[in-house]
């Protein structure tokens, strides 16, 4: 009985054996390049399945009405420099919000930019102080620079026009709880 038990045994592991052997002779499942294979689809299947939240900030506009613009954030500095660079499309109800730890008067670029832009420039409570309206792209140095004629706490970049078309103009109010959270 225990010569049957151990055959049964060794078949068992010559049997799983086996299929290891196929399965690396057909896949290659023990190579290192496999391996990292498998985790790269992983990875990037992980990221094709991020849906990307952005917040909402809703200004009321000269007409009363509220509009709603989801924003992605720039805190660093990186994001900050980077900002809207090599983008050929923007949504109509979208943009960026650069956030700045203090007021500040930092100027602002199209360098890399390939669509006008307006600039909206927000003090802390998210009052609108300044507009730089229809601010061009440029390709070469030296690049015209933007400013508000306030110092700033939030710039919000925009499709150009887009002030004007909604009816955005200096002293509007942004509700800016999603960003202050």
């Known amino acids: 009985m225990k010569a049957n038990t151990q055959l049964k045994l060794l078949f068992y592991i010559a049997a799983i054996a086996f299929f290891f052997y196929y399965l690396h002779g057909r896949y290659g499942i023990f190579d290192?390049?496999?391996v990292e294979n498998l985790r790269n689809e992983k990875v990037e299947e992980d990221?094709?399945?991020e849906v990307a939240t952005y917040p909402v900030i809703i200004i009321e506009n000269n007409k009363g009405v509220p509009v709603q613009l989801t924003v992605e954030v720039a805190t660093t500095e990186e994001e900050k420099k980077t900002g809207l660079m090599d983008r050929s499309t923007l949504g109509d109800y979208s943009g960026m919000i650069f956030v700045y730890e203090n007021n500040t008067q930092s100027t602002f670029w199209m360098k890399n930019?390939?669509?006008?832009l307006d600039i909206i420039f927000l003090n802390s409570y998210g009052r609108i102080v300044d507009i730089v309206q229809e601010a061009q792209p440029c390709e070469?140095?030296?690049c015209q620079?933007?400013?508000s004629s306030e110092q700033y706490r939030y710039a919000v970049e925009v499709n150009g026009g887009w002030s004007e078309a909604n009816y955005v103009e200096v002293g509007n109010l942004f509700d800016l709880k999603e960003i202050q959270d």
């Open 32 to 34: 290192i390049e496999f």
């Open 47 to 49: 990221k094709k399945s």
């Open 113 to 116: 930019v390939s669509l006008p």
């Open 140 to 142: 070469e140095d030296p």
């Open 145 to 147: 620079v933007y400013s």
